[in-house]
């Protein structure tokens, strides 16, 4: 599969699962979070003519979520190619 | 030329395109039966995973359902996008690696026992064949709406041009007529909310216009006057308890990452980098259509209030007799959509004028002014079996949003086409995995292995052909509870097939027995919770008061509980049962890397 000695599978899972992490804790907090949990307290601000929370829920959750994967694509892309087990 | 022709027209169009694709891309193995040949460009995959996702609900009735519910939509516009980035980070990549056909094949051989496979055969059947149900009736709707054609013909051209496309060009097929079928829904969608977009809020990008201004007022806050003016909830509030909301934004996520059509789409990109990144592209396409929704929703509730009381856009007395509108002079539409059902004028009051506000408000004070004009009860609903019933049908905010807003009929026949598109492209994705399910985990993997690739190519063709007509029975003779239904197909998946394939991929000790005690408590679990607290509608049987809910969770969000139950004791049950073989913590150390995914294989 890869070289050996160059590729530390543990050290490969463990960036993987933080990467992982981070990520869903982002996904988590503007949707569950902003568009949900926090609505109220959000909802005090304005974003233009949407309260905040509310635009989180209908709106920026969803470009959040898009930005994110993307993020986590190129960021899982260095991590591969960092501990060499990216494809050829 | 007559609006009737041109609809003609445009949907035969489009049907001519879809017949052209379908002939270029036929299938002639079945690993392009399977997994379109296995390289499919992220972005081309994006697009068709776009068009398999968004089906007639999405289509048809998400908007209409914002409209009503306000905040309260949002569960849906979060819940089917969120799943995107469960799909990119917990699942795409690795089954992706793994390199197989189908989601019971994962299921089999990471869990080493055809019982599992056969469980996640039943799952899959029964989350895809609850769903193309809704998505047939959904064609022969827009068929006999649009072109007065009576639902069973429309049923009959739908499964017609499903057969040959799916049939004959399987994944292959499929995917590149959904490519088709994206760009026409699309187009569909975003063409009239630009304009209404215009009309409200003078700009024509409706994500703007949604948060923008309406003369000198936002236009939300116009809104939440309005309705609020006439008894209902403001529209920026909810109306569900936390807990439920949260519940329902889960299951739909995870439903959404668990359900096996939109899972295979990822088996045909070339590589695993390709599958992260298509998760990506395939909620940008989707996004285009989910962040214009609530637009689209909250203005054609305005224009629906302005149309009724006029009182409305002039910020005079809505409860003024001539406020609202004489019924014999109401628009053209109106009375064009009652023949339909979707909405219904009954005058209570008999004063042949429209009152439509909300009879149920909590507001003394508004209901005292109400009963002060003479009103005498919510005017404005649907017709359902022919009685009146005081709400009006949620699919009219996006099939008759265009006349509504009094847009060319052109765009009316656009809709058509698009609604057409939505439920196809996604009826075509659901008949495939159903028959891949057949022709390849039961036939090839369990009962019929040493069938030839020939043969498993015919068995799938058939598998497909006798789904088609499954599907055809299920939408001409809908079971009563076809919108109910849905609930199952996302709770059952959130509480089957999601945990069972993440723990296959992330615990490398997870095994065989753990796995199926999981899956079938998480489906058993959410079953029975789902039919008792429908039973109703289900079984015809007396309704049980939602306040006997678990912690006040709706039939909707009792996935995320399954899922929990399916978590628990697949972990008990792997602790009590023989550890998980050497060989497989090798297969599942694996897939964790990327490098020497090959494209997918058979075996």
């Known amino acids: ?88 | 030329m007559d609006l009737k022709t041109l609809t003609f027209v445009v949907v035969g169009l489009s049907f001519a395109l879809y017949i052209g694709i379908a002939i270029w891309a036929r299938a002639g193995t079945t690993k392009e039966f399977y997994v379109a040949g296995g390289g499919v460009h992220p972005i081309v995959n994006g697009m068709a995973t776009g068009a398999d996702w968004m089906s007639a609900a999405s289509f048809i009735s998400m908007a209409g359902l914002i409209a009503f519910l306000g905040y309260g939509g949002s569960v849906y516009l979060m819940g089917w996008t969120g799943g995107y980035v469960l799909l990119a980070v917990l699942l795409a990549p690795y089954l992706r690696k793994f390199g197989k056909f189908t989601v019971p094949q994962f299921i089999g051989d990471r869990y080493y026992s055809q019982t599992a496979r056969i469980v996640a055969v039943i799952c899959l059947i029964f989350i895809s064949f609850t769903y193309v149900a809704g998505q047939m009736r959904g064609v022969g709707i827009v068929f006999s709406r649009f072109l007065e054609v009576d639902i069973t013909t429309g049923l009959m051209i739908g499964m017609g041009l499903v057969f040959f496309y799916a049939v004959l060009g399987g994944m292959k097929g499929v995917t590149y007529t959904q490519v088709a079928q994206y760009i026409v829904l699309i187009f569909a969608y975003t063409i009239p909310a630009v304009f209404i977009s215009l009309q409200i809020a003078g700009t024509p990008i409706p994500q703007l216009g949604l948060g923008g201004h309406m003369g000198d007022m936002y236009f939300l806050d116009k809104l939440n006057k309005t309705v609020t003016d006439l008894g209902f909830a403001a529209y920026t509030s909810g109306n569900k308890s936390m807990i439920d909301v949260f519940c329902i934004t889960l299951a739909l996520m995870a439903g959404t990452a668990g359900l096996p059509h939109v899972i295979v789409r990822f088996f045909t990109v070339p590589k695993v980098h390709d599958a992260r990144l298509s998760a990506g592209w395939a909620l940008v396409f989707i996004a285009i259509l989910y962040t214009t929704a609530p637009a689209v929703g909250a203005m054609a509730r305005y224009n629906l209030h302005t149309t009724v009381n006029t009182a409305v856009a002039t910020g005079g007395d809505m409860f003024a007799p001539e406020a609202s509108i004489v019924g014999e002079s109401r628009p053209a539409w109106m009375k064009r959509w009652e023949k339909t059902g979707l909405i219904r004028w009954e005058d209570k009051n008999g004063d042949g004028r429209i009152q439509y506000y909300n009879e149920k408000s909590k507001d003394e004070a508004f209901l005292a002014k109400a009963a002060a004009a003479g009103w005498k009860g919510n005017e404005l609903g649907s017709d359902k079996k022919g009685k009146f019933e005081g709400k009006v049908d949620n699919d009219i905010m996006v099939l008759a949003n265009p006349e509504i807003a009094g847009l060319p009929n052109w765009v009316i026949a656009l809709i058509a086409a698009g609604g057409i598109a939505a439920a196809l492209s996604t009826a075509a994705g659901l008949l495939l995995v159903i028959s891949s399910a057949i022709s390849h985990d039961l036939m090839k993997g369990v009962f019929a292995k040493d069938i030839s690739e020939k043969g498993e190519l015919m068995a799938g063709r058939v598998a497909a052909a006798v789904a088609v007509l499954i599907a055809g029975y299920l939408g001409y003779n809908p079971p009563g509870f076809v919108a109910q239904v849905v609930a199952f197909a996302f709770g059952l998946a959130c509480a089957s097939l999601f945990p069972t394939i993440v723990l296959g991929i992330f615990s490398k000790s997870m095994n065989r027995g753990g796995a199926i005690a999981g899956m079938l408590t998480g489906l058993v679990f959410t079953l029975v919770y789902i039919v008792y607290f429908k039973r109703d509608v289900l079984l015809g049987m007396e309704k049980v008061p939602d306040s006997a809910w678990f912690m006040g969770i709706s039939p909707e969000g009792i996935g995320v509980v399954g899922m929990i139950l399916n978590f628990i004791v697949a972990y008990i049950v792997m602790k009590m049962t023989a550890p998980c073989p050497d060989h497989i913590q090798h297969l599942v150390e694996d897939i964790r890397y990327p490098r020497g995914a090959g494209s997918a294989q058979a075996h």
């Not at chain 1, 503007?30 to 909802?43: C, M």
């Not at chain 1, 005090?44 to 993307?70: C, E, N, T």
Request: charged content about 20%; glycine content about 10%.
């Open chain 1, 1 to 88: 599969m890869s070289k050996p000695g160059s590729f530390d599978p543990k050290a490969y899972w463990q960036a993987t699962l933080r990467l992982l992490m981070t990520t869903i804790a982002i996904w988590f907090v503007v949707s569950f979070g902003a568009g949900i949990l926090f609505r109220d307290a959000l909802d005090v601000v304005h974003l233009g003519g949407y309260p905040l929370g509310f635009w989180f829920a209908q709106q920026g959750s969803i470009f959040i979520f898009v930005g994110l994967i993307f993020w986590y694509a190129k960021r899982m892309d260095k991590i591969d190619r960092e501990h060499d087990v990216h494809e050829e």
